[in-house]
């Protein structure tokens, strides 16, 4: 594991729990810079801006400017400069899209479908004010031959309550409504495989990464999809003592961030 210089860092679960810090995370992250590896932090969380997440990674003793990747980017990633993008998404996904010099519309607020036409994309991504308006929007920009972008497929997302529903749920709506399958860009799928390689720079190769995660169907599918080793942490929706998910196997399967920092600095 001494090959290891990317650390992709899953942060729901790992970094923290709805915000609030995971134990050691902040520290683990300091000891991991400090001997020289890159620590990115890949989150399938589209609706938040950039300088909104980093600020929140700031606050419990992380600065992150420049190391957050979010499946906004990922779906953005798969526009061009110049395109008309419909955003059925939250403030992250027309950040992104700005940022790669597309325009963004959203659904919210007055849209109308029947009017405003001509995307050249619709991406869909979680975010709170899902209505009728907006799933015909995206319908209609799809059927007229926009092309459709996922930001993610979690259909649900944890909380101490109990699942909400997450970006798959509303992609879901989407697909069925416009009868078309949609490209998905979060983990565990290619465009934010390429993001993430096109982020770390010419010194990286997937022999040089690692995927730590709380989930395997997303992190460690992720992690297989790079080609690279995958750590679960037990902090998150998989629990200590849980069953893993059968169709991945992790390197090293502890409790935590700080317990893989540990792993990993000892090898
Ligand atoms: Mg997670």
């Known amino acids: 594991m001494n090959a290891v210089r990317f650390v992709l860092c899953d942060l729901d679960g790992v970094v923290w729990l709805a915000r609030r810090a995971i134990p050691g995370a902040a520290d683990a992250v300091e000891r991991l810079r400090s001997s020289g590896r890159r620590v990115l932090f890949v989150t399938n969380n589209s609706m938040s801006r950039l300088a909104e997440q980093e600020r929140a990674l700031a606050a419990i003793g992380i600065p992150a400017v420049g190391d957050v990747v979010t499946s906004a980017q990922a779906g953005a990633s798969l526009v061009d400069a110049g395109q008309r993008v419909l955003v059925c998404g939250g403030d992250g996904v027309v950040e992104a899209v700005e940022a790669r010099g597309a325009s963004?519309?959203?659904?919210?607020?007055?849209?109308?479908?029947g009017l405003d036409t001509g995307f050249d994309a619709v991406i869909v991504g979680l975010h709170r004010h899902f209505d009728y308006?907006?799933?015909?929007?995206?319908?209609?920009a799809i059927r007229s031959g926009a092309c459709f972008i996922a930001t993610n497929d979690d259909v649900t997302y944890p909380t101490p309550e109990g699942?909400?529903?997450?970006?798959?749920?509303l992609v879901a709506a989407v697909r069925a409504v416009s009868e078309t399958e949609p490209t998905i860009a979060g983990k565990p799928h290619r465009p934010m495989a390429d993001l993430v390689a096109d982020r770390c720079g010419p010194a990286y190769a997937p022999s040089a990464?690692?995927?730590v995660g709380d989930r395997g169907s997303t992190d460690g599918r992720f992690a297989a999809a790079i080609g690279c080793p995958f750590a679960l942490v037990r902090s998150g929706v998989t629990p200590p003592g849980g069953p893993t998910d059968a169709t991945v196997s992790p390197v090293?399967?502890?409790a935590d961030l700080a317990a893989v920092a540990d792993w990993l600095l000892d090898a």
């Not at 963004?104 to 479908?113: C, I, L, N, S, Y």
């Not at 308006?133 to 995206?138: E, I, K, M, S, V």
């Open 104 to 113: 963004a519309v959203t659904t919210d607020g007055g849209f109308d479908a």
């Open 133 to 140: 308006d907006g799933l015909q929007a995206a319908n209609a």
């Open 163 to 169: 699942p909400i529903p997450g970006a798959g749920a």
């Open 209 to 211: 990464a690692i995927v």
């Open 252 to 254: 090293v399967d502890v």
